[in-house]
């Protein structure tokens, strides 16, 4: 029954809509909401709408047939009728009322306290009611929008789970089109191709085996903002059954699903988001179109539906080199997911170059190995350059001891690796440049370019746990409201927890520090000549392999820290939200992964001091670069940090989901029980997959593998090659400034990485003042130690340093640093202004899409101009002699 002045004419609608059993028998035509209604809101129900709001705290209650049989239902995603279009599915899952009394009553068996466990399940029936009436009114309220509905059951003992299925009709269609400005066709035009690649190719008469032949390809239109008046100037509208495409439905649909009341306004009880945070429905999502599965290969490809032919062209590793269809992934998932996919792919083809640059780089390397002078000298030395202890109970070795490490340093030192870092610099910023073009044309081809958000609603967690409310100044409307002053206190709050999280990071740096010193001394100790020459690498590669569980570690426990501080926070918009919540990881992150390899980059080996006079940490000798020196240590970290955290993630990312899934299904099996055996309709096999959650960890591990073969490349040219291993087979908003940061970071850690880290500076400083073939520069490299110097076995050793004998800077130390710093001036200056000059040679909207552009707005204009062919001919017919005449006189003064 329904409680409400309308209760007479609202229960016939729900038992129509509602009904299991429904026989499809004519109803009145006023019967709105019926499947064969055409009208779009009644006078009666804006009467019954209006009174639901007026009495917030009147529950409805829905009467509906739960009768066993099992309907039968048409093939595709329709009402029972076969020609009502599903377009929103909502969820919910009731226990069953004796499972729900068994469960309580154990409970205040077992624990004994019967009056205790009797108001714990008062407080539940009560929160189950409450849910119930939340969820009565918001189907009233949908019915009231001019939605149509149609509710489904599955029964076990243990639970039930509703279905009740949505749709827009054309009216509904139609007016919220107009509202939310949806483009719509004007004229059909050749759908352009915009793979570069595809196109130099054909002007070269080459073939391309990433082109595929993808069937069903959408149309291209020039469109315009939709109006109803000016319906008949649209493509395809007496097709009112096909003229919006599936993703305008849905997104019409879930903008009333958010606008929908559920409870009192004065409360924000509003939108199906706060519904489903609430608990009052499980579920929210638009059905699939079809299976995914292709069983009769007879099928021609053009009758394939969307997704098997996104399946069969795209989601398949056997497609794993080929074009993505981004106006196919557009057309089934929607603009916000087709431009993270076409942004991947962009970066991903752009990966390609940097890989076989970076490729041919490393192998030079190994094939100029032999001419490598220093490697020579280290390796023919013999015991000519006795060394200090590494330790305070270690005993001198000799230089010759990390032959193999002086030979394998050179493929990551050497004058092609400060060549391709100069190159990864121009190539971060001129892949932005061009990702704005490429940008530019999806957004305008997928009708995005002119779309802005409107005034965005409170988040549902806002309004929810706001404590006021307030006229918004824009709108005007009454919503919850937070003090900026408070939330101001909260964010400078979450700031210093988000500092305290970083003094955290620091700590297990510090930690993976003194690990890798304990690791050394052991490795020396252990009397094995091949452990204590490889002491160093061994505890280098372990403390990185630690040093990534604790990356990992960190990064799982701050997200959920920075989500649940975010909440708190009290943001009113999903943007504002999202936006926080991205910076607050982001900068977290940043310090989490790059903390140790910037600490191996510019910190080890700098404050070592000398013998007798060595730098301490915590009672332990400061690190120094191993035998092959920084850079070798600094790509092992980013071998094993980068690659070790792609294998990670992939397998997560595979592995998880899949257990999800079936965890998911056996649950549904569980439901479904013995009932007859036919293929589940497709709500309920769309309500055993596992939600998707969204794009923003994929964006950040994206980013976070930017930096990685940005920042740091010089010392490790084939990161762009795994980078490119790992994306092959898969307006970005807020995370292009990111990446323009991290680009323009790039170039002056490059800068410093070359001067300070790399002995590329210090090997031309040397041929230019003594020998060209870089003769007696491992000799020039060693100072002597101290006269003062106190070890066990008191003899004179080498360090590697530019000192004299007393332990002061020599002058070719300071000519050295001055070179260094007037390398990084020029080596910026240079790189920026090339960008600065690529940035404006560049445009950031193709000359070919301002046309498009230009050609689309005169369209516009004349679509949607205001009868003026009508307007002329009018005056021409209404005109009198008297008319005729003063315009003639005007037209004589106009001559």
């Given at each position: 029954?329904?409680?409400?002045?309308?209760?007479?004419?609202?229960?016939?609608?729900?038992?129509?809509?509602?009904?299991?059993?429904?026989?499809?028998?004519?109803?009145?035509?006023?019967?709105?909401?019926?499947?064969?209604?055409?009208?779009f809101?009644?006078?009666?129900?804006?009467?019954?709408?209006?009174?639901?709001?007026?009495?917030?705290?009147?529950?409805?209650?829905i009467?509906?047939?739960?009768?066993?049989?099992q309907?039968?239902?048409?093939?595709?995603?329709?009402?029972?009728?076969?020609?009502t279009?599903?377009?929103?599915?909502?969820?919910?899952?009731?226990?069953?009322?004796?499972?729900?009394?068994?469960?309580?009553?154990?409970?205040?068996?077992?624990?004994?306290?019967a009056?205790?466990?009797?108001?714990?399940?008062?407080?539940?029936?009560?929160?189950?009611?409450?849910?119930?009436?939340?969820?009565?009114?918001?189907?009233?309220?949908l019915?009231?929008?001019?939605?149509?509905?149609?509710?489904?059951?599955?029964?076990?003992?243990?639970?039930?789970?509703?279905?009740?299925?949505?749709?827009?009709?054309?009216?509904?269609?139609?007016?919220?089109?107009?509202?939310?400005?949806?483009?719509?066709?004007?004229?059909?035009?050749?759908?352009?191709?915009?793979?570069?690649?595809?196109q130099?190719?054909?002007?070269?008469?080459?073939?391309?085996?990433?082109?595929?032949?993808?069937?069903?390809?959408?149309?291209?239109?020039?469109?315009?903002a939709?109006?109803?008046?000016?319906?008949?100037?649209?493509?395809?509208?007496?097709?009112?059954?096909?003229?919006?495409?599936?993703?305008?439905?849905?997104?019409?649909?879930?903008?009333?699903?958010?606008?929908?009341?559920?409870?009192?306004?004065?409360?924000?009880?509003?939108?199906?988001?706060?519904?489903?945070?609430?608990?009052?429905?499980?579920?929210?999502?638009?059905?699939?179109?079809?299976?995914?599965?292709?069983?009769?290969?007879?099928?021609p490809?053009?009758?394939?539906?969307?997704?098997?032919?996104?399946?069969?062209?795209w989601?398949?590793?056997?497609?794993?080199?080929?074009?993505?269809?981004?106006?196919h992934?557009?057309?089934y998932?929607?603009?916000?997911?087709?431009?993270y996919?076409a942004?991947?792919?962009?970066y991903?083809?752009?990966?390609?170059?940097?890989?076989?640059?970076?490729?041919?780089?490393?192998v030079?390397?190994?094939?100029?190995?032999?001419?490598?002078?220093?490697a020579?000298?280290?390796?023919?030395?013999?015991?000519?350059?006795?060394?200090?202890?590494?330790?305070?109970?270690c005993s001198?070795?000799?230089?010759?001891?990390?032959?193999?490490?002086?030979?394998?340093?050179?493929?990551?030192?050497?004058?092609?690796?400060?060549?391709?870092?100069?190159?990864?610099?121009?190539?971060?910023?001129?892949?932005?440049?061009?990702?704005k073009?490429?940008?530019?044309?999806?957004?305008?081809?997928?009708?995005?370019?002119?779309?802005?958000?409107?005034?965005?609603?409170?988040?549902?967690?806002?309004a929810?746990?706001?404590?006021?409310?307030?006229?918004?100044?824009?709108?005007?409307?009454?919503?919850?409201?937070?003090?900026?002053?408070?939330?101001?206190?909260r964010?400078?709050?979450?700031?210093?927890?988000?500092?305290?999280?970083?003094?955290?990071?620091?700590?297990?740096?510090?930690?993976?520090?003194?690990?890798?010193?304990?690791?050394?001394?052991?490795?020396?100790?252990?009397?094995?000549?091949?452990?204590r020459?490889?002491?160093?690498?061994?505890?280098?590669?372990?403390?990185?392999?630690?040093?990534?569980?604790?990356?990992?570690?960190?990064?799982?426990?701050?997200?959920?820290?920075?989500?649940?501080?975010?909440?708190?926070?009290?943001?009113?918009?999903?943007?504002?939200?999202?936006?926080?919540?991205?910076?607050?990881?982001?900068?977290?992150q940043?310090?989490?992964?790059?903390?140790?390899?910037?600490y191996?980059?510019?910190?080890?080996?700098r404050?070592?001091?000398?013998?007798?006079?060595?730098?301490?940490?915590?009672?332990?000798?400061?690190?120094?670069?191993?035998?092959?020196?920084?850079?070798?240590?600094?790509?092992?970290?980013?071998?094993?940090?980068?690659?070790?955290?792609?294998?990670?993630?992939?397998?997560?990312?595979?592995?998880?989901?899949?257990?999800?899934?079936?965890?998911?299904?056996?649950?549904?099996?569980?439901?479904?029980?013995?009932?007859?055996?036919?293929?589940?309709?497709?709500?309920e096999?769309?309500?055993?997959?596992?939600?998707?959650?969204?794009?923003?960890?994929?964006?950040?591990?994206?980013?976070?593998?930017?930096?990685?073969?940005?920042?740091f490349?010089?010392?490790?040219?084939?990161?762009?090659?795994?980078?490119?291993?790992?994306?092959?087979?898969?307006?970005?908003?807020?995370?292009?400034?990111?990446?323009?940061?991290?680009?323009?970071?790039?170039v002056?850690?490059?800068?410093?990485?070359?001067?300070f880290?790399?002995?590329?500076?210090?090997?031309?400083?040397?041929?230019?003042?003594?020998?060209?073939?870089?003769?007696?520069?491992?000799?020039?490299?060693?100072?002597?130690?101290?006269?003062d110097?106190?070890?066990?076995?008191?003899?004179?050793?080498?360090?590697?340093?530019?000192?004299?004998?007393?332990?002061?800077?020599?002058?070719?130390?300071?000519?050295?640093?001055?070179?260094?710093?007037?390398?990084?001036?020029a080596?910026?200056?240079v790189v920026?202004?090339?960008?600065r000059?690529?940035?404006?040679?560049?445009?950031?909207?193709?000359?070919s899409?301002e046309?498009?552009?230009?050609?689309?707005?005169?369209?516009?204009?004349?679509?949607?101009?205001?009868?003026?062919?009508?307007?002329?001919?009018?005056?021409?017919s209404?005109?009198?002699?008297?008319?005729?005449?003063s315009?003639?006189?005007?037209?004589?003064?106009?001559?």
């Open positions: 029954m329904l409680r409400n002045k309308s209760s007479a004419l609202l229960m016939a609608d729900s038992d129509v809509l509602l009904d299991l059993d429904y026989t499809s028998e004519q109803h009145a035509s006023d019967c709105y909401g019926s499947l064969q209604n055409g009208g809101m009644p006078p009666r129900f804006l009467a019954a709408a209006a009174a639901a709001d007026d009495e917030d705290d009147d529950p409805i209650y009467d509906c047939d739960k009768g066993g049989r309907p039968q239902h048409p093939g595709g995603n329709y009402f029972r009728d076969g020609r279009k599903i377009d929103f599915v909502l969820v919910w899952e009731v226990r069953s009322r004796r499972k729900r009394r068994s469960r309580v009553r154990g409970r205040n068996e077992r624990a004994g306290q009056e205790g466990g009797a108001e714990e399940a008062s407080r539940s029936e009560q929160r189950k009611a409450q849910m119930a009436r939340w969820r009565d009114k918001f189907v009233h309220n019915q009231c929008a001019g939605l149509l509905l149609e509710k489904e059951e599955t029964v076990s003992e243990k639970k039930t789970i509703h279905y009740l299925k949505l749709s827009a009709p054309w009216d509904v269609l139609v007016y919220y089109a107009e509202e939310l400005s949806l483009r719509a066709p004007l004229q059909a035009q050749p759908n352009p191709d915009f793979n570069t690649s595809d130099v190719l054909r002007k070269l008469c080459l073939p391309n085996i990433m082109a595929q032949s993808v069937p069903n390809k959408p149309v291209d239109y020039y469109t315009c939709f109006r109803k008046s000016k319906m008949e100037k649209f493509l395809g509208c007496e097709d009112s059954d096909c003229y919006f495409t599936n993703t305008q439905r849905h997104r019409i649909v879930y903008e009333i699903l958010a606008r929908t009341v559920y409870g009192k306004r004065k409360r924000a009880e509003v939108g199906v988001a706060r519904l489903l945070n609430e608990g009052a429905y499980t579920a929210v999502f638009p059905l699939h179109e079809g299976t995914f599965e292709i069983t009769d290969h007879e099928i490809p053009d009758q394939l539906n969307q997704r098997q032919v996104l399946f069969h062209y989601a398949r590793w056997s497609k794993w080199y080929k074009y993505q269809p981004l106006d992934i557009r057309e998932f929607g603009e916000k997911i087709a431009i996919f942004w991947l792919g962009f991903t083809a752009w990966l390609l170059p940097a890989a076989v640059v970076g490729t041919f780089v490393f030079s390397g190994i094939m100029s190995m032999g001419s490598n002078t220093p020579k000298d280290i390796c023919t030395s013999g015991g000519q350059y006795l060394m200090c202890p590494l330790c305070n109970t001198v070795w000799n230089v010759s001891d990390i032959c193999p490490m002086a030979k394998l340093g050179y493929l990551f030192d050497h004058p092609g690796t400060v060549f391709f870092s100069v190159f990864m610099s121009f190539w971060a910023v001129t892949f932005l440049e061009y990702w073009r490429k940008n530019a044309t999806l957004a305008h081809h997928w009708d995005c370019m002119d779309f802005h958000e409107e005034e965005e609603r409170p988040r549902p967690e806002f929810a746990m706001a404590p006021a409310m307030e006229h918004n100044p824009v709108t005007g409307v009454k919503e919850p409201y937070f003090p900026k002053k408070d939330r101001l206190s964010m400078v709050t979450g700031s210093m927890v988000i500092v305290i999280m970083l003094c955290v990071v620091m700590i297990f740096l510090v930690t993976v520090i003194m690990y890798r010193g304990i690791v050394s001394v052991m490795m020396f100790h252990t009397g094995s000549s091949m452990l020459t490889q002491a160093g690498n061994i505890a280098n590669i372990s403390s990185s392999i630690v040093n990534l569980a604790l990356i990992l570690l960190m990064g799982q426990v701050y997200t959920a820290l920075a989500e649940q501080l975010t909440k708190w926070e009290m943001h009113r918009t999903q943007t504002q939200y999202e936006d926080a919540f991205t910076f607050k990881v982001f900068v977290f940043f310090v989490n992964f790059y903390s140790s390899p910037f191996v980059a510019f910190f080890k080996g404050f070592v001091g000398y013998p007798g006079h060595y730098g301490t940490l915590f009672g332990m000798r400061n690190e120094d670069c191993g035998p092959g020196g920084c850079l070798i240590e600094l790509a092992e970290q980013l071998f094993i940090i980068m690659v070790g955290k792609q294998l990670i993630n992939n397998i997560q990312e595979f592995v998880i989901p899949k257990v999800k899934a079936w965890r998911q299904r056996r649950a549904m099996a569980a439901v479904r029980g013995t009932q007859a055996p036919q293929k589940p309709p497709r709500w096999e769309d309500y055993e997959l596992i939600e998707c959650e969204g794009l923003f960890e994929e964006y950040l591990e994206i980013v976070l593998q930017f930096g990685f073969i940005t920042i490349v010089a010392a490790f040219p084939l990161a762009p090659l795994f980078a490119l291993l790992n994306n092959w087979a898969e307006n970005i908003g807020v995370w292009f400034n990111i990446l323009e940061a991290l680009s323009h970071l790039s002056i850690v490059n800068a410093f990485l070359i001067a880290t790399s002995d590329f500076l210090p090997r031309l400083l040397y041929q230019y003042k003594f020998h060209q073939d870089l003769t007696g520069y491992v000799n020039f490299t060693l100072a002597y130690s101290p006269p110097y106190n070890h066990a076995d008191h003899i004179m050793c080498r360090y590697k340093a530019f000192r004299d004998s007393d332990g002061n800077y020599t002058l070719f130390y300071w000519e050295l640093l001055a070179i260094r710093l007037g390398f990084i001036i080596f910026e200056h920026f202004f090339v960008l000059a690529i940035d404006w040679m560049v445009p950031d909207v193709p000359v899409l046309l498009k552009m230009k050609r689309e707005r005169y369209l516009a204009k004349q679509a949607l101009a205001d009868n003026q062919e009508a307007l002329l001919v009018s005056r021409g209404a005109s009198s002699p008297a008319s005729d005449a315009a003639g006189h005007m037209s004589l003064r106009l001559q």
